[in-house]
């Protein structure tokens, strides 16, 4: 690929930096607007963060934001890699008929392939029967914590089965011909082999999480209001605000901030990978 | 050393593979009968409210009718009326246009990334996929900032005529066509990636030896292997965006309503269930019809080994 022109290579380049422009273009607007609140008072401050520190409702819905990611985040990994090691490694190559083959994957993809909007009015109307005749779960935060384990687990479902795929069967034979039952071979291998598809897993469903406004927000009650519905909020009342500018910032930042740290770990630990491997 | 025990052999794999199934449905158990319960459930209960009646209170109740879906048809009390069709129409249409500027953007990104050195490709590509890991409000919002009527992109806009000087780039259609574009670009080049990667290079040689070039070379070589990634990309961006709600509620307004904003409002403000609930109906409907030839035509490609449906 070497050998590609370098007229096509400087095109390539000439048409790619205005969409990296483009992707961040937005997101740069709202971090200059957060500190220049006004075009008619020009000047930097901080005023709009100020703001933010002090604002019970917006620390409590970062503080349920958070609650909601990671809890929903470590029941749906736990349910997800059971998924993804039962189908990776129960299921026979050639797909096994309906039981084993067809319905899994049908159930699995069935939270991926669904339009959000449907998604989130589907539990919405369940979980109100659901309270109209037992009483339980009223819309709020356990409510959207349900739904959102609904989404992330299938996805964690395929890290880890992507995962498994790749290893040699011979494994599982091995463990077995060395008395290990399947729950020891469950623990002692299959868990090591899949940690980082685990961890990948995991960040990724509070990734799924915190990017979740629609399904959070028909899920949601008048206790559960989280950030990305606050804001929500705040722009149908306001249209637009210092504050939603320096909140959109902040989180803007903690993305790019938490993608760079990864990405410093996992590189780090593929060279500590490498030299111990060579 | 199966050949030497024939007579056992039929009944014993019957039993191994009982308790293959057995065990698989064990490990997957929990997670497959939660989505059951949380969303195959609640999906069927919303779909049979589409055949139900709308009280005065919103809420469905028992005698069994096709009524909302004559509403959904355009029938009211006001008698017929076309605006269900036009938003389905608006619906198709935005989809299948921000579709095409996802691929028309991805194509160039993809290649720009695949052509530069091993080590900064991972950089590039997280670069190209972080803004869609904030918060789609976040994303759509910022987009507010840039589009409307006080901000200078607009003023550009109606200093060249492009729109009528009292007017800003949003609320409307294109304005839910960039949100649209922008919130589902990502999709389009993680699968596009993917396929561009494994490029057999090979291949666009042997055709520069056969003195194709430019487009020829590009459609005959590179465009095939990349057509798998690509069909992806069009699922991945077009079930969304053609169910989106936050773009067309935040940067559409009334005159550019989509599908989604229709059948929220049925749950929402003026909630009318099974009216809603036929609307979704209609959406699923379409999403399906998409998927499935989507679907079909990527088997044919031969593609999609690794996956698991």
Redesign the interface.
């Known amino acids: ?1 070497s050998n ?1 022109p370098r007229g096509v ?1 400087n ?3 000439g ?2 930096l205005p ?2 422009l ?6 740069a ?2 971090a200059v ?1 957060s500190f220049a609140p006004s075009l008619h008072h020009p000047g930097l401050n901080v005023a709009a963060y100020g703001l933010l520190a002090n604002d019970p409702q917006v620390l409590a819905a970062i503080r349920r934001s958070l609650v909601l990611a990671l809890c929903s985040a470590a029941l749906g990994t736990m ?2 890699t ?2 993804g ?3 990776s ?4 190559a050639k797909g ?1 008929g309906f ?2 083959g067809t319905l ?8 991926i ?7 989130g ?6 979980f109100n ?1 659901v309270h109209q005749y037992t009483g339980l779960l009223s819309a709020g935060l356990l409510t959207m914590g ?2 959102h ?2 989404f992330q ?2 996805y964690v ?2 890290v880890v ?2 995962r498994l ?1 790749g290893l040699d069967a011979n494994l599982f034979e091995a463990s077995h011909d060395l008395y290990a039952n ?1 729950l020891k071979s469950f623990l002692y291998l299959t868990i090591p082999v899949v940690r980082p598809a685990l961890i990948g897993g995991f960040l990724l469903a509070i ?1 799924l999480s ?5 399904i959070s927000f ?1 899920t949601a009650g008048p206790g559960s209001v989280t ?2 519905i606050y ?2 909020g705040e ?1 149908a009342r306001k ?2 605000s210092p504050e ?2 320096a ?2 910032t902040l ?2 930042a903690t ?2 901030g938490v ?1 760079l740290l990864y ?1 410093v770990v996992t590189r780090q630990q593929g060279r500590i990978g490498q030299t111990s491997a060579a | 050393m199966s050949g030497l025990t024939p007579a056992i052999k039929k009944p014993r794999v019957n039993a191994e593979r009982l308790a293959t199934a057995l065990r698989l449905w064990i490990a997957a158990g929990p997670g497959l009968f939660w989505i059951i319960l949380f969303l195959l459930i609640p999906s069927a209960m919303l779909l049979a409210i589409a055949f139900l009646t709308n009280s005065d209170f919103g809420s469905p109740v028992l005698p069994l009718s096709l009524g909302s879906f004559s509403e959904v048809a355009g029938y009211g009390i006001l008698g017929w009326s076309g605006a269900n069709f036009v938003t389905l129409a608006r619906s198709l249409v935005q989809t299948g246009a921000a579709t095409s500027m996802t691929i028309l953007l991805a194509y160039p990104l993809v290649f720009f990334i695949i052509t530069r050195p091993a080590n900064l490709r991972p950089v590039l590509l997280l670069f190209a996929i972080l803004p869609s890991w904030t918060n789609q409000v976040v994303r759509t919002y910022a987009w507010m900032q840039l589009l409307n009527p006080e901000a200078p992109l607009s003023h550009i806009a109606q200093k060249l005529g492009i729109i009528p000087e009292h007017l800003g780039l949003m609320p409307g259609d294109f304005a839910v066509l960039i949100g649209l574009t922008y919130n589902y670009l990502p999709y389009m080049v993680v699968p596009l990636y993917a396929a561009a990667e494994k490029l057999d290079w090979t291949l666009v040689e042997a055709g520069r030896d056969l003195y194709a070039s430019g487009t020829k070379l590009f459609f005959n070589t590179v465009f095939p292997q990349t057509l798998p990634g690509l069909l992806s990309g069009i699922i991945l961006v077009g079930i969304p965006a053609f169910g989106d709600y936050v773009v067309p509620q935040l940067l559409g307004g009334d005159r550019a309503m989509m599908l989604g904003s229709l059948i929220a409002g049925q749950f929402t403000f003026s909630p009318n269930w099974p009216y809603g609930a036929a609307l979704t109906l209609i959406m699923l409907a379409f999403t399906c019809l998409g998927l499935v030839t989507f679907r079909r035509l990527t088997q044919r490609m031969g593609a999609g080994e690794g996956a698991m449906l």
């Open positions: 690929m590609i290579r095109g390539l380049l048409v790619s969409v990296y483009l992707l961040y273009a937005p997101l607007i709202i607007f349910l997800g059971l998924m090691f039962g189908l490694r129960f299921r026979p096994g039981w084993v899994p994957s049908l159930i699995i993809y069935l939270p392939i669904m339009p959000s909007l449907v998604f009015i589907s539990e919405m109307i369940f029967y349900i739904a384990v609904t687990a299938p479902a395929l089965y992507a795929a399947g990734t915190i990017d979740d406004f629609t028909f950030l990305p804001i929500y722009i249209g637009s939603i500018n909140i959109g989180m803007i993305v790019i993608a990405y």
